[in-house]
DNA sequence: ATGTCCTCTCTTAGAGGA
């Protein structure tokens, strides 16, 4: 089963994209982020036409998050991360797929720092903590996924002198990702290449793409289930090079069957 | 500071976010 993530930066603005993505690399599950669209202007029908089911949930302008999958029914759990009621931003979506718990995140960016979207930032990091316990406590096979907004050590980043004083980089940002990731679970892409360069994210700015300045901020966070089942994990690069394409690429694991 | 690209609006230019 392959499993994706990929934030879109607009699912609308970039549906040519990502029906073309689809439909080259079929994965099984798609994690979605930054759709910017408001819950009734998702574009339910074309992914149905692409042979998706999907469930989501939108926000006017800003965050947005949605759950594909293809040829399996998709059980949602919850569209929110537990702990705070007052928490507008769509940044969460979480749904049972082929007996697979999947948990599609779009964690705050968090600049300026420091400041008050940081400590949003570190709040929602917080939440998602002690949510991800409590996944991980009932023994099912669960993966996190998505736009973590965090390089968690300094070979996911171009230059990581130039990113220590921002929230994606940030000491407490990445002593924040250990702790989540020290309950045990595996990052998917260092379990399979712990010391290569691989990034999932380029900048518009200064054609960050054609020189390779990028950073690793979307991840697969693996319970040990799942861990054991891993058989790849990479990059679709060149989808980042298309015309009119997102600021991050498609991200995507291979598990096997039971 | 800047670069680019998305979305929305007191809309066709500017603001806010990333």
Redesign the pocket.
């Known amino acids: 089963m392959k499993i994706a993530t990929y934030n879109v ?6 549906l040519p994209v990502l029906l073309r993505w689809l439909n080259e690399t079929t994965p099984d599950v798609v994690c979605l982020q ?1 759709l ?3 819950q009734e ?1 998702f574009p339910e029908q074309a992914i149905l036409d692409a042979g998706y089911n999907a469930i989501w949930h939108g926000q ?4 947005g998050v949605a759950i594909l999958a293809r040829n399996a029914e998709i059980k949602e759990v919850r569209r929110a991360l537990p702990g705070d009621p007052e928490d507008e931003h769509s940044r969460y979506i979480e749904a049972e797929v082929n007996g697979i718990t999947i948990g599609c995140l779009y964690l ?2 968090g ?1 300026p720092a420091p400041g008050p ?1 940081f400590d949003y930032k570190l709040r929602w990091f917080e939440r998602l903590r002690l949510h991800a316990a409590e996944l991980f406590a009932s023994s099912m096979p669960v993966v996190l996924t998505g736009d973590y ?1 965090v390089m968690p050590t300094e070979i996911d980043a171009y230059k990581p002198e130039r990113w220590v004083e921002d929230a994606l980089f940030r000491p407490e940002t990445r002593a924040a990702f250990k702790t989540l990731v020290d309950q045990g679970w595996t990052d998917a892409i260092r379990k399979l290449y712990p010391t290569e360069t691989i990034y999932t994210f380029f ?4 054609d960050a793409y054609g020189r390779n300045a990028g950073l690793r901020i979307d991840h697969f966070l693996l319970s040990p289930q799942l861990a054991s089942r891993l058989t790849a994990a990479a990059v679709d690069r060149n989808v980042r090079g298309w015309e ?1 394409t997102s ?1 991050h690429c498609p991200v995507w694991i291979e598990l096997a069957d039971e």
């Open positions: 930066n607009g699912v609308n603005g970039r930054e910017k669209a408001p202007k006017k302008s800003w965050n705050p960016n600049n979207k907004n900048d518009y700015f200064r009119k600021d």
